[in-house]
Antibody, heavy 128, light 107 residues
Framework: QVQLVESGGGVVQPGRSLRLSCTAS????????MHWVRQAPGKGLEWVAV????????YYADSVKGRFTISKDNSMNTLYLQMNSLRAEDTDVYYC?????????????????????WGQGTLVTVSS | IVMTQSPATLSVSPGERATLSCRAS??????LAWYQQKPGQAPRLLIY???TRATGIPARFSGSGSGTEFTLTISSLQSEDFAVYYC??????????FGGGTKVEIK
């Protein structure tokens, strides 16, 4: 079955960096686009970033553009989120989420979609 | 695209029907998904394409609507259905956007 396991969260000071990881299993990781979505404690969901199945295309939310970088290592079945210049407002639970469309099914990066599987999340706290 | 859910909280007795609303600030066609989230858990996909149930989702969950107005109906609430429900549009990006959520609580 599909499993997504995030790691790398923790407490970090404002202005510092952190890298999150999401290890995938139960599906052919290299065939699927992946996302990061975040959620402030007790609040709603905010989409953060997306990467195409082969890593060639990426989009970011305006709130993180220029500070966060999404990447994926298909040989390691792992998705990453490099977060630089962290701010207090980046304090959230970060989820990785999977696009349901396979590269073999006419995947179109430029057409958005929903998320069929989510990880359990990792908490990032930005505080001095 | 701004997604607005109502009500923010819905108090329902077990066995009763729950109707949740989601409105888009502009048409999203049928590119609308619903998720369920329980405390301490990740969201779970319930509905996509406005009305198609995801794999393994019970038939008591149904979605309807198109354009700007959408509804999630839970026909007979079970104890495990008390949770927060989010809608998400995927008609335009970036970004895809979520509604603020509706909490379904026990009356």
């Amino acid at each position: 079955q599909v499993q997504l396991v995030e790691s790398g969260g923790g407490v970090v000071q404002p202005g510092r960096s952190l890298r999150l990881s999401c290890t995938a299993s139960g599906f052919i990781f290299s065939n699927y686009g992946m996302h990061w979505v975040r959620q402030a404690p007790g609040k709603g969901l905010e989409w953060v970033a997306v990467i195409s199945y082969d890593g060639s295309n990426k989009y970011y939310a305006d709130s993180v553009k220029g500070r966060f970088t999404i990447s994926k290592d298909n040989s390691m079945n792992t998705l990453y989120l490099q977060m630089n210049s962290l701010r207090a407002e980046d304090t959230d639970v970060y989820y990785c989420a999977k696009d349901p469309r396979s590269a073999r099914d006419g995947y179109n990066f430029y057409r958005p979609y929903y998320f069929d599987y989510w990880g359990q999340g990792t908490l990032v706290t930005v505080s001095s | 695209i701004v997604m607005t859910q109502s009500p923010a909280t819905l108090s329902v007795s077990p066995g009763e029907r729950a109707t949740l609303s989601c409105r888009a600030s502009q048409s999203v066609s049928s590119n609308l998904a619903w998720y369920q989230q329980k405390p301490g858990q990740a969201p779970r996909l319930l509905i996509y394409g406005a009305s198609t149930r995801a794999t393994g989702i019970p038939a008591r969950f149904s979605g309807s609507g198109s354009g700007t107005e959408f509804t999630l109906t839970i026909s007979s609430l079970q104890s495990e259905d008390f949770a927060v429900y989010y809608c998400q549009q995927y008609n335009n990006w970036p970004p895809v956007t979520f509604g603020g959520g509706t909490k379904v609580e026990i009356k």
